[in-house]
């Protein structure tokens, strides 16, 4: 018996089929996202995130390990709640992501890529809840995967959100007094931290420029 060959035609057909697909979802409603609040946060591409799971009672337990967010299924308002029996019902999202990883980004022997259901309407067996969505900047792991690993301490997380927060203001001017404020640390420390900082420009004297150097 002969191997299967693909032709063109068919690969052109299948385009053309999944073309379709995703017209009708979207004529249907669905969105499909790369960015999605959650009350833990706001997953991006790349970003890394935790979850809880139910146990056997129903209870949500925290689960161990890192999920690499790509992109979310938003479904209309309409499916939210369809159960699926056993399993539960839909929620409003369906997360697509990768994991589990380790703190570190390294990926852990079981790690695959996994759909999430997240949520309003969502419950049972199928319910997933973000516990913790990662704060550091995006970097890549030994692998090259692209990924936002967590912050290593209360004080790395202030300084990821105090450059993110640096990012969304480039060009605008900020005293001293003002960065110390929103960073949550002290003059001292903030005055150090300017010195090397990639994210400042020294304008003059107790004033600098979210300047986010390279981006």
């Known amino acids: ?126 319910e997933v809840r973000i516990w913790k969505v990662a704060k550091a900047r995006a970097t890549a792991n030994s692998k090259g995967v692209k990924i936002v690993k967590p912050a290593e301490s209360n004080r790395a997380e202030k300084y990821a959100d105090l450059e993110e927060w640096a990012a969304e203001h480039k060009c605008e001017q900020f005293t001293t007094a003002q960065l110390a404020e929103k960073s949550g640390f002290s003059t001292q420390t903030i005055l150090k931290y300017l010195k090397t900082s990639q994210h400042f420009t020294k304008i003059k004297q107790g004033l600098y420029e979210c300047s986010v150097k390279g981006l």
């Open 1 to 126: 018996m002969s191997a299967k060959r693909f032709t063109q035609e068919a690969a052109d057909r299948r385009v053309l089929a999944d073309a379709m697909k995703y017209a009708q979802a979207l004529e249907d409603g669905y969105e499909f996202l790369t960015e999605v609040d959650v009350p833990a946060g706001t997953l991006v591409p790349g970003r890394l995130f935790q979850i809880s799971r139910p146990d056997i009672d129903g209870n949500h337990v925290r689960e161990l390990g890192w999920y690499r967010f790509d992109s979310a299924i938003r479904h209309p308002q309409s499916k939210w709640g369809k159960s699926y029996g056993y399993w539960g019902t839909v929620g409003e999202f369906t997360i697509v992501a990768v994991g589990p990883y380790n703190k570190s980004g390294t990926p852990k022997g079981h790690c695959r890529r996994i759909d999430l259901c997240v949520g309003e309407g969502s419950s049972g067996r199928v």
